[in-house]
């Protein structure tokens, strides 16, 4: 596997980001999960530099995933173990996989395993989601950009944004209210960041 991830365990400070990712939902989609013959699954950078890869063997009710890893300072290993699968039925036909945490004592049906020494699910490697690493006005920042984004703006957070053509107006009115809420926050933090009065960061905004 590259040893990217090992020797990450318990480290509570750490997000989902730091973690190669296998996701059961992207290997159901790519069809894999009915082959009977093991192939290659890789991960790259974004500019696709390869950084771990994995040999996985489908079977009906799990998967048996072979890697070498190694700990910081140490040798490299193999690892060869399976993760039960579990299939659920969707309401307008086919099913859903899961996979099944193969760490010692937890069994939690998830769709993501996050690579360290082993495969196991978030809760195990105590991990944060990145967007709870941002503070409340990183948040908002982010709220308010996806907004404009959704409704074709771009210019300022200070830009009123406007009612794309084909929207719903009772859907536009949600989100321009809450589009006014997070560049709220997000004046009121910057004024926290610069010392300044909330109230007189909210006046000029």
């Known amino acids: ?6 020797g990450r365990r318990w480290a509570s400070k750490e997000t989902t980001g730091d973690y190669l990712q296998l996701d059961v939902r992207k290997l159901q989609r790519c069809g894999v999960l009915e082959r009977r013959y093991t192939f290659s699954w890789k991960w790259s950078r974004y500019d696709g530099e390869p950084i771990g890869t994995i040999s996985i063997l489908p079977e009906a009710d799990r998967l048996i995933l072979s890697y070498r890893d190694r700990r910081p300072g140490g040798e490299w290993t193999d690892q060869n173990y399976s993760v039960l699968l579990d299939r659920t039925p969707c309401q307008y036909g086919g099913e859903r996989v899961w996979i099944r ?21 978030r ?14 006005g990183d948040r908002a920042d982010a709220r308010a950009w996806a907004i404009r984004e959704r409704c074709g703006g771009w210019g300022s957070l ?18 321009e209210q809450a589009y006014e809420m997070a560049c709220g926050l997000s004046a009121v933090s910057i004024a926290a960041r610069l010392g300044m009065d909330p109230e007189q960061a909210l006046a000029l905004w």
């Open 1 to 6: 596997m590259g040893g990217w991830g090992s």
């Open 101 to 121: 945490c193969p760490a010692k004592g937890c069994g939690r049906r998830v769709a993501i395993l996050y690579g360290g020494s082993i495969f196991a699910c």
């Open 123 to 136: 809760n195990c490697y105590r991990l944060a989601y990145p967007s709870q690493r941002q503070s409340v």
């Open 158 to 175: 200070f830009d009123p944004v406007f009612r794309p053509k084909g929207m719903h107006r009772r859907t536009f009115r949600r989100l």
